[in-house]
């Protein structure tokens, strides 16, 4: 989540102002903690005070996607793009929303948008990187998958979800994992290795 503190010497807030960022401190506290609905709440509140704002917007859709609220998290970031579209976590965090639900154009397309409006340099190269590791991992799994390497793409895979917590329960891992498992089972019932088969097809 992002946001930062008013500096020393800046023009002062407005009461509502101040209470929206009060309350976004709050909801950044409460996303560490990982209780993402009061998250949701607080950031919410902050919106209502403080009206529309890309940091708020897309520090919700972190905690939307950390609850697999995966379509809430995509409009949200839609929105803060809407109001800046110069804002890095919005694209970010629409492409793993994205991703996560196997919608990988989709995905692969924020990346492209990102680099057209942000153009290249640190601070796009730092919101893109994961995103971009997540489509390299995905692809290496899907190469393997080809190549019927299937015990290389399940380790790819639990590398995938160590690495990226928050994609771990997605409709995208579990499809995977299903589908590796399938093919598993199928090369262990081949090769007369019934009780691995029988582990594989779970």
Known sequence: PQGKPLQSGAAPQSPRKARADELRA???????EGSYPEAVELYTQGLALGGP???????????YHRQQRYDDAVADCLEA?????????GYLTASIAHLCQGRVAQS????EQAM????PGPATEEALARAQGLHQALDRIHQAMRNGEY??????LDRLAEEHTDCAPSRLVRDLRATIGKGLGK????????AEAEEAYG
């Open 151 to 156: 015990a290389q793409a399940h380790l790819l």
């Open 187 to 194: 090369a262990h019932w081949t090769a007369g290795r019934w």
């Open 108 to 111: 692969k397309a924020c990346i």
């Open 26 to 32: 709050q909801g950044n506290a409460r996303y560490c």
């Open 81 to 89: 793009l809407r109001l800046d579209p110069r804002h890095p976590k």
């Open 116 to 119: 057209q409006a942000l153009g």
């Open 53 to 63: 704002s890309p940091v708020l917007l897309t520090n919700r859709a972190q905690a």
